[in-house]
């Protein structure tokens, strides 16, 4: 079971970032993903969440209006379309998935929810 987070790199603000997380070992369909990110000096911060069979879905309030969570089940590949990126948004950007079925991303923030991990991608927002 492997989760691969990529999409990350340098944007100016304002700019956008689609960043994928793609999962190996078993079928996303049913599970719900989160994403977190870390930026340096600081704790790993809840961005967003979609639930299991895509009931719902959760943003923390920085990225609320900026940033969609969305799922294709037939690339078994979860995305975080990130619009008008801020310098702030800067940090290494992590999906995870806990096992908990079905999960309905109530405690999204909380990374104790996840069981696996993906290797994390850095995000960059600088001019």
């Known amino acids: 079971v492997q989760l691969q987070a990529s999409g990350g790199g340098l944007v100016q603000p304002g700019g956008s970032l689609r960043l994928s997380c793609a999962a190996s070992?078993?079928?996303?369909?049913?599970?719900?993903i989160g994403w977190f990110r870390q930026a340096p000096g600081k704790e790993r911060e809840g961005v967003s969440c979609?639930?299991?069979?895509?009931?719902?879905?959760y943003y923390a309030d920085s990225v609320k209006g900026r940033f969609t969570i969305s799922r294709d089940n037939a690339k078994n590949t979860v995305y975080l379309q990130m619009n008008s990126l801020k310098p702030e948004d800067t940090a290494v950007y992590y999906c995870?998935?806990?096992?908990?079925?079905?999960?309905?991303?109530?405690?999204?923030?909380?990374?104790?929810?996840?069981?696996?991990w993906g290797q994390g991608t850095l995000v960059t927002v600088s001019s």
């Open positions: 070992g078993f079928t996303l369909d049913y599970y719900a």
């Open positions: 995870a998935a806990p096992t908990t079925l079905p999960y309905y991303c109530s405690g999204y923030e909380n990374p104790y929810e996840y069981d696996y």
């Open positions: 979609i639930s299991s069979s895509d009931i719902s879905t």
